[in-house]
T-cell receptor
C-alpha cells in the first residue's frame, strides 16, 4: 500500500465549477500535511498547508481528518489557470524531515 | 539569490556513464533535500542534509548514488554507471530551520535521460 494515495484523475471540469480532491495517508504518526501544485514539466510549488481545524485561502479550502487519515482540497469557482496536478504531501513525523508525496491528481479546467 | 538553482537543466547520457548534478540552495537555508520524480508519479525522497551532515537516506539511494554537501552550501548528486531506470527529473529543495515539512522551496530540477 502506498503511504499517500490519490485518485490520479484527470478531473475535467468547466470554468466556474467546484471540484474536490481527496487523499489518504497510511502513517498515523504523520505530523504535517500540505497540498502542492505542479504544472507540466515544472517543479512542485506549495499551494497550502493543511491544519486539523481546516483552513481557507481564497477559493481554496483544505481539510484534515486525522481519525480517518484523509486530507481534502476544495477549489471553488475554477479558473483555467487552476489546470495543473495537485500533489497531496505528508511529513511522516518521528523526527524525519522528508516529505512523502502522493502521485498527484490532474485537474483540467475547460472553457 | 532568489531561489534554488540546479545545474544542468537537462542531461542526456549513455548507459554506464557517470553523471553529476549540482544544487545551490537559498543562501540562508541550512537544510537541503534531493528527490527524484518519474513520469506520472510524485517526487520520491532520496536524501537530506542539515548543513554538511547527511542525516537521512532513502532506500532508493543505491550504492550507485552518492550525495555531498561539503561546505554546507551547494550540494552534488552523482550517479555512477547509469541505467535506463535512472531516467527521471532530479529535484533539489531547501528549507530553513522551521518545523518539519515547512518552508520548502524546490529548484527547477535536472531532467536526466539515459539512452
Amino acid at each position: 500500500r502506498k503511504e499517500v494515495e490519490q485518485d490520479p484523475g484527470p478531473f475535467n471540469v468547466p470554468e466556474g465549477a467546484t471540484v474536490a480532491f481527496n487523499c489518504t495517508y497510511s502513517n498515523s504518526a504523520s505530523q504535517s500535511f500540505f497540498w502542492y501544485r505542479q504544472d507540466c514539466r515544472k517543479e512542485p510549488k506549495l499551494l497550502m498547508s493543511v491544519y486539523s481545524s481546516g483552513n481557507e485561502d481564497g477559493r481554496f479550502t483544505a481539510q484534515l481528518n486525522r481519525a480517518s487519515q484523509y486530507i481534502s482540497l476544495l477549489i471553488r469557482d475554477s479558473k483555467l489557470s487552476d489546470s495543473a496536478t495537485y500533489l497531496c504531501v505528508v511529513n511522516p513525523g518521528t523526527g524525519r524531515r522528508a516529505l512523502t508525496f502522493g502521485s498527484g491528481t490532474r485537474l483540467q479546467v475547460q472553457p | 539569490d532568489t531561489g534554488v538553482s540546479q545545474d544542468p537543466r537537462h542531461k542526456i547520457t549513455k548507459r554506464g556513464q557517470n553523471v553529476t548534478f549540482r544544487c545551490d540552495p537559498i543562501s540562508e537555508h541550512n537544510r537541503l533535500y534531493w528527490y527524484r520524480q518519474t513520469l506520472g508519479q510524485g517526487p520520491e525522497f532520496l536524501t537530506y542534509f542539515q548543513n554538511e551532515a547527511q542525516l537521512e537516506k532513502s532506500r532508493l539511494l543505491s550504492d550507485r548514488f552518492s550525495a555531498e554537501r561539503p561546505k554546507g552550501s551547494f550540494s552534488t548528486l552523482e550517479i555512477q554507471r547509469t541505467e535506463q531506470g535512472d531516467s527521471a527529473m532530479y529535484l533539489c529543495a531547501s528549507s530553513d530551520t522551521g518545523p518539519a515539512g515547512y518552508g520548502y522551496t524546490f529548484g527547477s530540477g535536472t531532467r536526466l535521460t539515459v539512452v
